[in-house]
């Protein structure tokens, strides 16, 4: 099997390395989709997203921080989540697809980035940044 789809997800953890989580692909949705389950939840993000968050850290050049936040809390400046959420991203605002459940994206991609070799994490218990690795 081919990791990253439904029968065969990612397994992964967040960046302080406090939860698993699985991912995997759902090209068949409208519009394509990453499926991230945490526990009983399902949160469900555009799958083009690795390839823009890897293209945005490629750009930026330096570590950025994740700031993950839930939907309604706002996103700190500068970081990955505020990035996600922005109408000037390639998707014009949210890349979370489950309205109440589309934030969390500086939490649950970059680890995906890091496991595909695209980006490399901090490992701290807290602020933990990004940077990308490799070319487009």
């Not at 389950?37 to 690795?50: D, N, P």
């Not at 400046?77 to 990035?83: R, T, Y």
Request: with cysteine; net charge negative; glycine share 12%.
């Amino acid at each position: 099997m081919v990791e990253g789809t439904k029968a065969d997800p990612w397994r992964l953890v967040t960046a302080p390395g406090s939860s698993e989580y699985t991912m995997y692909e759902d090209a068949e949705a409208d519009p394509p989709a990453l499926v991230c389950q945490v526990g009983s939840t399902t949160l469900k993000y555009h799958l083009r997203a690795i390839g823009d968050l890897h293209a945005r850290l490629l750009e930026q050049g330096d570590r950025v921080p994740l700031g993950a936040a839930d939907e309604k809390k706002a996103a700190p400046e500068g970081s990955v989540e505020a990035w996600a959420r922005d109408a000037s991203d390639p998707v014009g605002g949210w890349y979370g697809l489950r309205n109440g459940y589309r934030g969390r994206f500086g939490m649950y991609l970059p680890p995906l980035l890091e496991v595909l070799g695209l980006a490399e994490l901090t490992h701290e218990q807290r602020n933990n940044r990004v940077c990308a690795v490799g070319r487009p």
